[in-house]
């Protein structure tokens, strides 16, 4: 029973790392069609850059996802509020009043979500033994 265990969890450890590699193919294929798209229109704005941004920060959260083992669950978080960002960026002048107020408020949340994850991992670190 031991051994299905550990040929159970090297198979889903080998499937886990080849979606995470063909996550990474695919953002970096996006990052190419963003620069070419950039190129092609000979303009740069800040709403590409905030894509970029976020295509880096998947890269990195495969990064460290493959390096560790172990994914910080403020990466996702972070790539949250640039996408909140983007959108106000694009759409700011569809957007009334309570929908533009509703977005800032989410990215708001979301970085009190992040300032009290960072608080309780300085305030009250793993234990080695609880996997930390």
Same mark, same amino acid.
């Given at each position: 029973?031991?051994?299905?265990?550990?040929?159970?969890?090297?198979?889903?450890?080998?499937?886990?790392?080849?979606? &995470?590699?063909?996550?990474?193919?695919?953002?970096?294929?996006?990052?190419?069609?963003?620069?070419?798209?950039?190129?092609?229109?000979?303009?740069?704005?800040?709403?590409?850059? &905030?894509?970029?941004?976020?295509?880096?920060?998947? &890269?990195?959260?495969?990064?460290?996802?493959?390096?560790?083992?172990?994914?910080?669950?403020?990466?996702?978080?972070?790539?949250?509020?640039?996408?909140?960002?983007?959108?106000?960026?694009?759409?700011?002048?569809?957007?009334?009043?309570?929908?533009?107020?509703?977005?800032?408020?989410?990215?708001?949340?979301?970085?009190?979500?992040? &300032?009290?994850?960072?608080?309780?991992?300085?305030?009250?670190?793993?234990?080695?033994?609880?996997?930390?």
């Amino acid at each position: 029973m031991n051994q299905l265990r550990t040929v159970g969890h090297k198979a889903l450890t080998w499937i886990q790392d080849l979606g &995470l590699v063909i996550i990474a193919i695919a953002t970096v294929i996006a990052v190419g069609f963003e620069v070419s798209s950039m190129f092609a229109a000979r303009l740069v704005t800040l709403a590409d850059l &905030l894509l970029l941004f976020i295509y880096l920060e998947v &890269l990195a959260m495969v990064s460290i996802y493959l390096d560790s083992g172990k994914l910080p669950v403020r990466m996702p978080l972070y790539i949250a509020i640039v996408a909140l960002a983007r959108y106000l960026i694009l759409d700011m002048k569809n957007l009334d009043t309570w929908r533009m107020l509703g977005i800032a408020g989410a990215a708001l949340v979301i970085a009190l979500a992040i &300032l009290a994850i960072r608080y309780g991992h300085t305030r009250f670190p793993y234990d080695k033994t609880e996997g930390g």
